[in-house]
């Protein structure tokens, strides 16, 4: 049994770790219980990457509110917490009359919702922003923008433990019971924890979580979206993301650029009740590829380097509507358990008010004493092939490992490598390495520096080769030695 703990947060995605660093601002003692074996591997890391605007979701919703404040923040977070985001802008293009009455009404309710400078533009402007977008005018919301969705939840998770916050990474809970002293029994199969707070905040697993706390009813759908990778040649054709008109519920396949350059095209829409099921068939790709060209005719099957598929965990009701998100105390069910379901789109967003929201919740129920050692700021590994040629010539004269190149696409060298390995987190996996670094992640796809990195893995942490995992427990790298 671990000594007991102020608060136990069930889930360490991008939410879950935004409550357990903004919760670190407060003397608790804090733990987070992730069953994956890095905190980014479910629906935090798996998504288009955009920072939306807000003006997607109805008037006086959760979604709407923490929307808007999640993206205001979100210049200071990246300061603070050293992760990539660029305020690009982003553009929803229409070609009939019926787009532009919808346009309209989307632009009205943004305004509504706080969303700033949202405007109708016409087809010049609109090809001036992005000179390859096929359509006849838009709605321009310069106010949007794109993040890396790894390195922010990385970010949030590693800032949190910085400030005294313990993650439990491959501890999958199994069980929760209330006990006489008002107290919380969690169960996982690598031991129990006892604690007087639990926060669900287990994504995916929300509705599970809700049910062992005994708040019932909620049902709790995936909806599965797939998406291609383009090579980074195709980045500078896309300036900023491009979004059809959306329909009532679902924003449409949409054309995506990214903090590092690449494009992503995607997602669809498949409701699935398989929650761990990632596979990408060819004919959807065929679809993605098709319905996107309509937006952005640049698209060839010679730029694919991967293709990857997200599930947003989506509350419904009985006819199956979507719900708005859920942030709740149940005091006469499950006191002292703070319960968070149908955290979807826009999440990443709207990661840290909806920690704050959560802790408000908290406050109305006992007083929260600050924490006078809580510090903001946390720094990332350095990406040496975007410093200068002096900087990169003080690194290596620091560093000799940084004259070592490990991964020729991306120009990540021996020293990034080793700083990941040696994570404050802890994760020991390829994948781990890869978000960390973007190695693993250019044209090749690993292909040149994968078996290095899994040698460097083995001689830095001691491990046999048949332990390392790509990414989640049973997917080795190796299963044994070949002639």
């Given at each position: 049994?671990?000594?007991?703990y102020d608060v136990l947060i069930i889930g360490g995605g991008v939410v879950g770790s935004a409550i357990a660093r903004e919760m670190s601002r407060y003397r608790l003692k804090i733990g987070v219980l992730e069953k994956n074996l890095d ?399 973007r190695s693993m992640m250019g044209r090749c796809q690993g292909g040149y520096c994968q078996m290095r990195i899994e040698q460097m893995i083995e001689e830095e942490l001691g491990k046999k080769a048949t332990e390392i995992c790509y990414a989640r427990q049973g997917s080795q790298i190796l299963f044994g030695e070949v002639r």
């Amino acid at each position: 049994m671990k000594q007991p703990y102020d608060v136990l947060i069930i889930g360490g995605g991008v939410v879950g770790s935004a409550i357990a660093r903004e919760m670190s601002r407060y003397r608790l003692k804090i733990g987070v219980l992730e069953k994956n074996l890095d905190v980014c591997y479910e629906t935090s890391g798996r998504n288009s990457g955009v920072v939306h605007g807000g003006f997607a979701y109805d008037r006086g919703s959760l979604k709407a509110r923490l929307c808007v404040e999640g993206n205001q923040m979100m210049d200071q977070l990246s300061k603070e917490l050293d992760f990539r985001f660029i305020r690009c802008g982003k553009v929803l293009v229409g070609n009939t009359e019926e787009d532009m009455e919808t346009l309209k009404r989307t632009l009205k309710q943004g305004e509504d919702n706080g969303s700033k400078g949202l405007v109708i533009i016409d087809e010049k402007e609109l090809h001036r922003l992005v000179p390859a977008v096929v359509g006849k005018f838009a709605m321009f919301s310069p106010n949007s923008g794109i993040v890396d969705p790894f390195n922010y939840t990385i970010a949030l998770a590693e800032n949190a433990h910085e400030n005294g916050v313990d993650y439990y990474l491959d501890h999958e809970v199994k069980g929760i019971s209330r006990q006489e002293n008002g107290t919380w029994r969690v169960e996982t199969e690598k031991g129990d924890f006892l604690t007087r707070w639990v926060v669900n905040s287990a994504g995916l697993g929300c509705g599970k979580i809700s049910e062992m706390l005994e708040i019932k009813g909620y049902h709790v759908i995936g909806s599965k979206g797939d998406y291609i990778i383009l090579d980074k040649r195709t980045g500078p054709l896309l300036p900023m993301p491009v979004y059809p008109v959306p329909s009532n519920t679902y924003m449409g396949i949409h054309v995506t650029n990214t903090t590092d350059g690449n494009v992503i095209i995607g997602p669809n829409a498949e409701t699935v009740t398989d929650f761990s099921y990632y596979g990408v068939p060819q004919r959807n790709m065929d679809y993605l590829a098709e319905s996107a060209s309509d937006l952005w005719p640049c698209i060839s099957k010679g730029d694919y380097i991967r293709n990857y598929s997200g599930i947003l965990p989506k509350w419904v009701d009985d006819e199956g509507v979507i719900q708005d998100f859920k942030i709740e105390i149940r005091d006469e069910i499950a006191p002292h358990a703070i319960n968070l379901v149908g955290i979807e789109s826009p999440g990443l967003t709207a990661a840290v008010p909806i920690a704050r929201y959560a802790i408000g919740l908290m406050k109305e129920r006992e007083t929260l004493e600050p924490n006078p050692n809580f510090n903001p700021v946390r720094k990332g590994i350095v990406r040496f092939a975007e410093q200068t040629k002096e900087e990169q010539a003080r690194l290596i004269g620091e560093n000799p490992d940084y004259g070592e190149v490990i991964c020729r696409c991306e120009k990540v060298t021996r020293a990034e490598i080793l700083q990941a390995i040696h994570n404050p987190l802890g994760v020991d996996t390829m994948a781990g390495i890869k978000y960390r670094t973007r190695s693993m992640m250019g044209r090749c796809q690993g292909g040149y520096c994968q078996m290095r990195i899994e040698q460097m893995i083995e001689e830095e942490l001691g491990k046999k080769a048949t332990e390392i995992c790509y990414a989640r427990q049973g997917s080795q790298i190796l299963f044994g030695e070949v002639r």
